[in-house]
């Protein structure tokens, strides 16, 4: 238990969250953030078989993570998930939407993003919204109702800096690739702007209601991308770099516990200067 009043702030013992997305790069990341601050964590991820290694691998740091199946698009799994969580732990105090299709360019995916707008396709396009928005719509209606409940409550939604600005397509490009052209497709920002929107009516809505709601803006994390890709995205940035991929846990956590207890409808940007210039 920390001694110093500040940090006693970041305490989050006796509290239970839920990460979606649980098992991605930064997913569990959260999980161990939350888990070490004294949090119950339970890692929850459409990949059951990830999760639950992902949970194993913290359990044996002596984390307290749960691991625990959802699908984000489907309301009955959202519904089950959360009464799972409260018959359990008897309380929901944070949930972080972590979970999204978040188109990939490192090397196992290169090449795979060739659509144009103006052919993009609309199957794609409904997934995307089901899974970036719409799930993190279900997420928090479900959650909503044990927090008010016990009349406390965290919503935290993962946004991107591409929520905040247009995509630069030039990242992308490949001087003499072969084939079409690649693009970060339009549902990533248009998605991810509609998180921010998401998270400011939260805010208004439960205001007085003792539930906050913030975003967390990360820039781009490095993950064993191309030495193309890393020199351009790194130019872009202030601090000359991408992000490594535990730089934003002190912000989660921060919006996590009561150290941000006066935020709410405020998106914590970590983009390494991205969006300054």
Same mark, same amino acid.
């Given at each position: 238990?920390?001694?110093?009043?500040?940090?006693?702030?970041?305490?989050?013992?006796?509290?239970?969250?839920?990460?979606?997305?649980?098992?991605?790069?930064?997913?569990?990341?959260?999980?161990?953030?939350?888990?070490?601050?004294?949090?119950?964590?339970? #890692?929850?991820?459409?990949?059951?078989?990830?999760?639950?290694?992902?949970?194993?691998?913290?359990?044996?740091? /002596?984390?307290?993570?749960?691991?625990?199946? #959802?699908?984000?698009?489907?309301?009955?799994?959202?519904?089950?998930?959360? /009464?799972?969580?409260? @018959?359990?732990?008897?309380?929901?105090?944070?949930?972080?939407?972590?979970?999204?299709?978040?188109?990939?360019?490192?090397?196992?995916?290169?090449?795979?993003?060739?659509?144009?707008?103006?052919?993009?396709? #609309?199957?794609?396009?409904?997934?995307?919204?089901?899974?970036?928005?719409?799930?993190?719509?279900?997420?928090?209606?479900?959650?909503?109702?044990?927090?008010?409940?016990?009349?406390?409550?965290?919503?935290?939604?993962?946004?991107?800096?591409?929520?905040?600005?247009?995509?630069?397509?030039?990242?992308?490009?490949?001087?003499?690739?072969?084939?079409?052209?690649?693009?970060?497709?339009?549902?990533?920002?248009?998605?991810?702007?509609?998180?921010?929107?998401?998270?400011?009516?939260?805010?208004?809505?439960?205001?007085?209601?003792?539930?906050?709601?913030?975003? #967390?803006?990360?820039? /781009?994390?490095?993950?064993?991308?191309?030495?193309?890709?890393?020199?351009?995205?790194?130019? @872009?940035?202030?601090?000359?770099?991408?992000?490594?991929?535990?730089?934003?846990?002190?912000?989660?956590?921060?919006?996590?516990?009561?150290?941000?207890?006066?935020?709410?409808?405020?998106?914590?940007?970590?983009?390494?200067?991205?969006?300054?210039?």
């Amino acid at each position: 238990m920390p001694t110093n009043k500040v940090l006693q702030k970041f305490d989050l013992t006796g509290q239970v969250a839920v990460v979606t997305g649980g098992a991605g790069l930064l997913g569990s990341e959260f999980c161990r953030t939350l888990a070490e601050a004294g949090a119950q964590v339970v #890692l929850a991820d459409l990949d059951d078989q990830a999760a639950a290694q992902r949970a194993e691998t913290l359990q044996s740091a /002596g984390l307290k993570v749960f691991p625990l199946g #959802l699908d984000v698009t489907n309301k009955v799994s959202v519904g089950e998930m959360v /009464g799972t969580v409260v @018959r359990q732990f008897s309380r929901l105090d944070i949930l972080v939407n972590s979970a999204a299709l978040d188109p990939k360019f490192d090397p196992q995916h290169q090449g795979g993003h060739s659509q144009s707008f103006e052919g993009f396709s #609309l199957d794609a396009w409904n997934q995307a919204l089901s899974v970036n928005l719409t799930g993190a719509f279900l997420c928090c209606q479900a959650a909503a109702q044990p927090m008010l409940e016990q009349e406390h409550g965290v919503f935290i939604n993962i946004c991107s800096t591409y929520g905040l600005v247009g995509p630069d397509q030039r990242l992308y490009e490949r001087e003499g690739e072969q084939g079409p052209r690649q693009y970060k497709p339009v549902y990533y920002s248009v998605t991810k702007a509609g998180i921010l929107g998401l998270t400011r009516y939260l805010a208004t809505y439960y205001a007085w209601k003792n539930i906050r709601a913030n975003a #967390l803006t990360p820039g /781009g994390v490095y993950n064993h991308h191309d030495d193309v890709f890393l020199k351009a995205y790194s130019a @872009r940035t202030v601090m000359g770099r991408m992000a490594r991929h535990d730089e934003m846990n002190g912000a989660l956590l921060f919006l996590a516990s009561e150290a941000s207890s006066y935020m709410t409808g405020a998106n914590l940007v970590v983009d390494g200067g991205w969006t300054a210039w």
